[in-house]
């Protein structure tokens, strides 16, 4: 299935990082892929610790968005372009180590092959990348089709996603900020914010 965190409110990246420690407190494989982000924020040191857990993010960072030239712009473009070809690349490769091992699993008890998500994915910031072209969008919905979201969970934030991709979504959370100290001039903090 889905998931699309959305909204102007704090919260869509901590939300999916809820997920991510669900999922791997559940031995499901994770793959948290950040966009726009750079590997400084605090839960990374606590999950690149965990074995089932595994996350991806641009060696090169440019900062925001309407601070990168043209040519950052087509640079930070490809590096995504990249990041999405190894997402599928890791999902095609547990997924056949997973489907091996239910095999295995289904002789020795002579039983069904197991139920539930097998996989989950998160595509942290990718909406602001497809609203500033650095990703088609549709490049992501081929790499959703691809997959059974019976197997395969995919959690995607950011602000403003199109109307084409909420519709695509079988969850939806709008994350609405109703007060947020940076009105009064307080500026993002370790270990809150980020």
Same mark, same amino acid.
């Given at each position: 299935?889905?998931?699309?965190?959305?909204?102007?409110?704090?919260?869509?990246?901590?939300?999916?990082?809820?997920?991510?420690?669900?999922?791997?407190?559940?031995?499901?494989?994770?793959?948290?892929?950040?966009?726009?982000?750079?590997?400084?924020?605090?839960?990374?040191?606590?999950?690149?610790?965990?074995?089932?857990?595994?996350?991806?993010?641009?060696?090169?960072?440019?900062?925001? *968005? /309407?601070?990168?030239?043209?040519?950052?712009?087509?640079?930070?473009?490809?590096?995504?372009?990249?990041?999405?070809?190894?997402?599928?690349? /890791?999902?095609?490769?547990?997924?056949?180590?997973?489907?091996?091992?239910?095999?295995?699993?289904?002789?020795?008890?002579?039983?069904?092959?197991? *139920?539930?998500?097998?996989?989950?994915?998160?595509?942290?910031?990718?909406?602001? *990348?497809?609203?500033?072209?650095?990703?088609?969008?549709?490049?992501?919905?081929?790499?959703?089709?691809?997959?059974?979201?019976?197997?395969?969970?995919?959690?995607?934030?950011?602000?403003?996603?199109?109307?084409?991709?909420?519709?695509?979504?079988?969850?939806?959370?709008?994350?609405?900020?109703?007060?947020?100290?940076?009105?009064?001039?307080?500026?993002?903090?370790?270990?809150?914010?980020?």
């Amino acid at each position: 299935m889905v998931h699309v965190y959305c909204g102007n409110g704090k919260g869509k990246s901590t939300a999916s990082i809820g997920i991510c420690v669900r999922a791997a407190g559940n031995d499901i494989p994770v793959l948290l892929v950040q966009f726009l982000k750079d590997d400084t924020s605090g839960e990374l040191k606590v999950l690149n610790n965990l074995s089932n857990v595994q996350v991806m993010h641009s060696d090169k960072f440019f900062g925001f *968005t /309407w601070d990168m030239n043209e040519e950052e712009m087509k640079e930070q473009a490809d590096i995504f372009s990249k990041m999405l070809a190894k997402v599928e690349g /890791w999902i095609d490769e547990k997924l056949q180590e997973i489907q091996g091992d239910e095999k295995s699993e289904a002789i020795q008890r002579d039983s069904n092959i197991m *139920t539930g998500i097998k996989l989950l994915v998160i595509l942290d910031e990718i909406i602001p *990348t497809i609203d500033c072209k650095l990703v088609e969008e549709s490049v992501l919905f081929k790499l959703m089709d691809k997959y059974n979201m019976n197997d395969v969970e995919i959690v995607l934030t950011g602000r403003n996603p199109s109307e084409k991709l909420k519709s695509r979504a079988d969850y939806i959370s709008c994350i609405e900020a109703v007060k947020h100290p940076y009105e009064k001039g307080i500026t993002a903090r370790p270990g809150v914010e980020y």
